[in-house]
């Protein structure tokens, strides 16, 4: 659900929104062996607790009240653990990371904390000791990294946005895996205060979600000035423009890795985009790619080590084999290869600055390809060098970023493209996204807006055993009322769960309570599929003269039944029972 939705949900009825919640919750517990999204999960008691502390507060002092959000474990969150993905590097956070206090402070609650390739290197989402993040689009897939819980936990709708890094592409690999949105801001606005590094002069935390605008929502509050960051840069936006003219790879520059369903994809965007009034020149992106070289093939790899380098020494046998490996080769570079790469940055962001004044923003595939989990596990290296082909250099050329998702491929798997532009444009990227939707260019997921009403009268009702069935299609409780005089009431005692029957009497009936719930319509058929005989579906007249579908009861099956009409109400049974 949205933020909107959320919220709308917590201010119409909140004992319906602390249900959804807790149900929700349970069943990330329930994952957590075969899903392995989450490291480590708010429990039951502290997630009431959490709850109640919003209730009557108002959207004016908190504007993410109520909302559920996960955080990537190597960002601290008070009373969480944080481990990196390293057992060994476990520590216990006693004050949550400047940016997740912000949302905090905002009224956001956070559910649990989510899994990662260790020490955020990697972005195949393979390399962790807590298992492999389940690719919620498909499993067969590698879900991406490192920042791969954190993006499944979205696209499982688990929470409605989270937080990952993205030093070399984190944030937004997992997100073209997946079919979300991967945003990565301009170096320093959002706060790195309460993060491990991995780069620390590079790494930026990112943000996942269904829909732009819940991004731009928790951009606005995240991005505060840190005075104890000293990376952190105060948000000067640059002007809203609108973008039309926008630069792509020469074909030389472009590397799919045989992959022909994301190139044909590729190719299909751009014509697209170019037959809706966008201007699409062909430039060479050769400086950005050899920058991108410098990231594993220079001094930040050195950066790396300073990092983590003298506990992976002491601990290396509890380190992955992978990321040992990859961090130590920074132990090598002297400070002369620093100052080398530097020139050759700065050369390489001249040409980039020269481009940014005749475009108003870039664009690239996300990721060339896409590999199962077999074929990481054949050639985990060189494959997730593959991976940041496209990303690799826009954080060491100062660029904000916003992966899309733009089509489903022939074979079946997502495929998106990142917009990129120089730093602090990030609010010019998302109107851009926001213009794409709206000329219908994006694949993001849709919003149901269509809602069919259905009345429930028994175990379907607030608290009653069947009310998760509800919940998980995100339906919304509306309002409890009384049918005409002409139902009759039975208890279903050989069903499991107990439910009553219901069926229309004119001569012989009384009111009846029923709750009305919108349904989304494109969720009703998940859950008329778990309706059984003798229950079936009809319409229903209200004391107000309106006809809704609601459950109805064969009756064949009342024979034998206990009738309960008098009682009125399926809670009045139970407490007299």
Not at 122 to 147: D, H, Q, W
Not at 549 to 572: D, H, M, V
């Amino acid at each position: 659900m949205t933020i909107l939705e959320i919220q709308d949900l917590l201010l119409n009825d909140f004992s319906v929104y602390k249900n959804k919640l807790l149900a929700n919750q349970k069943q990330i517990l329930k994952s957590l062996e075969d899903e392995h999204i989450f490291i480590s999960v708010l429990d039951e008691k502290s997630l009431i607790k959490k709850i109640d502390q919003i209730e009557g507060k108002s959207l004016d002092d908190f504007p993410l009240l109520g909302i559920p959000f996960a955080v990537k474990d190597n960002i601290d969150v008070a009373g969480f653990t944080t481990t990196a993905g390293c057992k060994a590097y476990a520590y216990i956070s006693k004050e949550s990371a400047f940016s997740v206090q912000q949302l905090e402070k905002a009224g956001a609650i956070c559910i649990g904390k989510t899994n990662m390739d260790q020490f955020a290197t990697g972005l195949v989402g393979t390399r962790s000791p807590y298992g492999m993040a389940k690719n919620y689009f498909n499993e067969a897939f590698i879900p991406g990294g490192s920042s791969s819980g954190s993006a499944s936990a979205v696209a499982a709708s688990y929470v409605t946005f989270s937080l990952g890094t993205d030093t070399a592409g984190s944030g937004r690999v997992p997100a073209a895996f997946q079919n979300i949105i991967g945003f990565k801001p301009s170096k320093g606005i959002v706060s790195c205060t309460g993060v491990v590094p991995a780069c620390k002069s590079l790494d930026c935390i990112s943000v996942f979600a269904n829909k732009l605008d819940d991004v731009d929502k928790v951009l606005s509050i995240s991005t505060a000035y840190d005075s104890k960051d000293p990376y952190s840069r105060k948000n000067k936006q640059l002007p809203l423009k609108k973008v039309t003219k926008i630069a792509v790879p020469i074909k030389a520059n472009l590397e799919f890795f045989g992959n022909e369903d994301y190139e044909k994809a590729y190719i299909h965007f751009i014509a697209l985009l170019s037959n809706k009034n966008y201007t699409v020149e062909q430039i060479d992106f050769k400086p950005m790619f050899e920058a991108a070289k410098l990231l594993y093939g220079g001094p930040w790899l050195s950066e790396r080590y300073h990092a983590v380098g003298n506990f992976i020494e002491e601990n290396s046998t509890e380190v992955n084999q992978i990321t040992l490996k990859i961090i130590s080769e920074g132990e090598r570079n002297l400070a002369t290869s620093y100052f080398d790469a530097e020139y050759k940055l700065k050369a390489f962001k001249k040409q980039f600055d020269n481009y940014t004044r005749s475009y108003d923003a870039f664009i690239l595939p996300t990721v060339g390809t896409i590999y199962t989990k077999e074929e990481i596990e054949e050639n985990p290296i060189d494959l997730n060098s593959n991976l940041g082909y496209y990303t690799n250099f826009m954080n060491l050329l100062d660029c904000s970023a916003i992966a899309l998702p733009v089509s489903i491929t022939d074979n079946k798997l997502p495929f998106g493209i990142t917009l990129f532009a120089p730093a602090f444009n990030d609010q010019n990227l998302l109107s851009m996204a926001q213009s794409m939707q709206e000329k219908g260019l994006l694949n993001l997921p849709k919003q149901s807006t269509d809602y069919i009403d259905i009345a429930v009268c028994g175990a379907h009702k607030i608290g009653g055993s069947l009310n998760y069935q509800l919940l998980e299609i995100d339906a919304v409780y509306k309002s409890t009322l009384f049918t005409t005089p002409e139902y009759r009431f039975y208890a279903l005692d050989h069903l499991d769960p107990i439910r009553p029957g219901l069926i229309k009497d004119p001569e012989n009936g009384a009111k009846i309570e029923v709750q009305l719930w919108k349904v989304p319509s494109n969720k009703l058929g998940k859950f008329i599929n778990q309706i059984g005989a003798p229950l079936s579906f009809g319409k229903i007249t209200l004391e107000d003269g309106t006809s809704v579908t609601s459950f109805l009861c064969e009756s064949y099956a009342l024979s034998g039944a206990k009738e309960i009409t008098e009682l009125q109400t399926w809670e009045n049974y139970l407490t007299n029972k």
